[in-house]
């Protein structure tokens, strides 16, 4: 008997000032029966940094697996997808390829509808005004200004297509958000089916 998912599972990742925050916001309040969850990580850059990771994500998926068939969606500001990312461009003293491939495969299998999300911006010059975030506290490791955040996007968008290419289920979407507010929010209601 084949399992049909009757709940949205909706990961947003993107660089820092793509829109994240607003647009996860946008989906919660919008997508009926949803919770938000907005993560940030481990702040522990060192190698020890890389167990606190893993369980915490691995508890994680557990909790989602739990919501399975519940009619209820999850959106996430945020996953461990960031952890990879993060690594990838050496913010962080360990590798997380092996743990982000196995949670990634876990990921995969749940039993809901699951949509990618990645946010980015194609005028790069965009990034200089949203990053000014003057009385927001920031982890040392995510302090990216405007070249460091292009290189976050582009491997975002590198990641998305790797998902994309190996996970036929996992719908992955990337939105443009350097346009009117509300061309993306009727872009994501379009994408996401709502």
């Given at each position: 008997?084949?399992?049909?998912?009757?709940?949205?599972?909706?990961?947003?990742?993107?660089?820092?000032?793509?829109g994240?925050?607003?647009?996860?916001?946008?989906?919660?309040?919008?997508?009926?029966?949803?919770?938000?969850?907005?993560?940030?990580?481990?702040?522990?850059?060192?190698?020890?940094?890389?167990?606190?990771?893993?369980?915490?994500?691995?508890?994680?998926?557990?909790?989602?697996?739990?919501?399975?068939?519940?009619?209820?969606?999850?959106?996430?500001?945020?996953?461990?997808?960031?952890?990879?990312?993060?690594?990838?461009?050496?913010?962080?003293?360990?590798?997380?390829?092996?743990?982000?491939?196995?949670?990634?495969?876990?990921?995969?299998?749940?039993?809901?509808?699951?949509?990618?999300?990645?946010?980015?911006?194609?005028?790069?010059?965009?990034?200089?005004q949203?990053?000014?975030?003057?009385?927001?506290?920031?982890?040392?490791?995510?302090?990216?200004?405007?070249?460091?955040?292009?290189?976050?996007?582009?491997?975002?968008?590198?990641?998305?297509?790797?998902?994309?290419n190996?996970?036929?289920?996992?719908?992955?979407?990337?939105?443009?958000?350097?346009?009117?507010?509300?061309?993306?929010?009727?872009?994501?209601?379009?994408?996401?089916?709502?």
């Open positions: 008997m084949i399992k049909m998912a009757n709940s949205k599972l909706i990961v947003v990742e993107g660089a820092q000032g793509a994240k925050t607003t647009y996860t916001d946008y989906i919660r309040y919008s997508l009926s029966y949803t919770n938000l969850y907005r993560l940030c990580g481990t702040a522990d850059s060192s190698i020890t940094g890389l167990q606190k990771a893993k369980s915490m994500y691995e508890t994680l998926l557990d909790y989602i697996k739990n919501l399975e068939n519940k009619s209820i969606n999850l959106v996430f500001d945020r996953t461990f997808f960031t952890e990879e990312v993060y690594c990838r461009l050496g913010k962080k003293a360990y590798s997380f390829t092996e743990v982000y491939q196995d949670l990634l495969e876990k990921f995969s299998n749940l039993d809901f509808d699951i949509y990618y999300i990645t946010l980015y911006l194609e005028d790069k010059n965009e990034f200089k949203r990053l000014n975030r003057s009385g927001k506290a920031i982890f040392e490791a995510s302090k990216f200004g405007v070249e460091n955040s292009i290189a976050q996007q582009k491997e975002y968008l590198k990641m998305a297509e790797e998902i994309k190996k996970y036929p289920n996992i719908k992955v979407i990337n939105i443009k958000t350097d346009k009117a507010k509300e061309e993306v929010e009727k872009e994501i209601r379009e994408k996401i089916g709502y």
